[in-house]
């Protein structure tokens, strides 16, 4: 059989084209898959594939891709304790600042230290070394604020802590520097608790 130019030339390029032939005759092109890239894409194996060679005592393991940007990544602290950086922040609540105040009024006046000193660099570096962020209070709310409210409460435990009591008293006056009368008391309990007051 005698083949023209032409025909020959189209047999010789279909010979040359990548084709897969089937067992039933058809001729396909093959089609290639497009690959993922590794920046994007990671290779697990499945659980199923696993079990699947355990069982078969296959040596191979088949892996899938998966996406490395659906991977939740949590951070270090929650995944540590269930809890964030505000965890980690020293907080004055309203009360806690008011009880603080209180006890640097009574500091003040048990030493009889000079009101100016919660105003002190050194002081108040002393205090925020202990507890950060708090601010104690003016020398002005020292002596107009918390003055009255101290005293009171002293004296109202005075008297719980006297009330019935075997003590022993003391009395002693003189006069001010505006020649006023003054009269201190001391009582002395049977512990050794000394109580003063001045009138």
Same mark, same amino acid.
């Given at each position: 059989?005698?083949?023209?130019?032409?025909?020959?030339?189209?047999?010789?390029?279909? #010979?040359?084209?990548?084709?897969?032939? +089937? $067992?039933?005759?058809?001729?396909?092109?093959?089609?290639?898959?497009?690959?993922?890239?590794?920046?994007?894409?990671?290779?697990?194996?499945?659980?199923?594939? $696993?079990?699947?060679?355990?069982?078969?005592?296959?040596?191979?393991?088949?892996?899938?891709?998966?996406?490395? +940007?659906?991977?939740?990544?949590?951070?270090?602290?929650?995944?540590?304790?269930?809890?964030?950086?505000?965890?980690?922040?020293?907080?004055?609540?309203?009360? #806690?600042?008011? $009880?603080?105040?209180?006890?640097?009024?009574?500091?003040? &006046?048990?030493?009889?230290?000079?009101?100016?000193?919660?105003?002190?660099?050194?002081?108040?570096?002393?205090?925020?070394?202990?507890?950060?962020?708090?601010?104690?209070?003016?020398?002005?709310?020292?002596?107009?604020?918390?003055?009255?409210?101290?005293?009171?409460?002293?004296?109202?435990?005075?008297?719980?802590?006297?009330?019935? $009591?075997?003590?022993?008293?003391?009395?002693?006056?003189?006069?001010?520097?505006?020649?006023?009368?003054?009269?201190?008391?001391?009582?002395?309990?049977? #512990?050794?608790?000394? &109580?003063?007051?001045?009138?």
């Amino acid at each position: 059989m005698l083949l023209s130019e032409q025909e020959q030339n189209e047999q010789m390029d279909t #010979e040359d084209s990548p084709v897969v032939k +089937n $067992a039933n005759s058809s001729q396909q092109p093959m089609e290639l898959e497009p690959q993922p890239s590794c920046s994007s894409w990671s290779h697990v194996p499945t659980q199923s594939t $696993a079990a699947s060679n355990a069982t078969t005592g296959s040596g191979s393991m088949s892996v899938h891709a998966t996406p490395v +940007n659906k991977i939740k990544v949590e951070s270090t602290v929650t995944s540590a304790k269930g809890k964030g950086l505000s965890s980690f922040v020293v907080r004055t609540s309203t009360a #806690e600042k008011c $009880a603080f105040d209180e006890q640097v009024a009574k500091m003040i &006046y048990a030493t009889n230290s000079p009101f100016r000193l919660v105003e002190h660099p050194e002081f108040q570096k002393l205090l925020s070394m202990m507890r950060p962020g708090y601010r104690p209070p003016s020398r002005k709310e020292i002596a107009d604020k918390f003055l009255p409210v101290v005293f009171q409460k002293e004296m109202d435990q005075c008297k719980e802590v006297l009330l019935d $009591a075997t003590v022993s008293m003391a009395l002693d006056g003189w006069s001010n520097v505006h020649n006023e009368p003054i009269v201190c008391v001391t009582v002395t309990t049977e #512990e050794g608790k000394i &109580y003063l007051t001045a009138q």
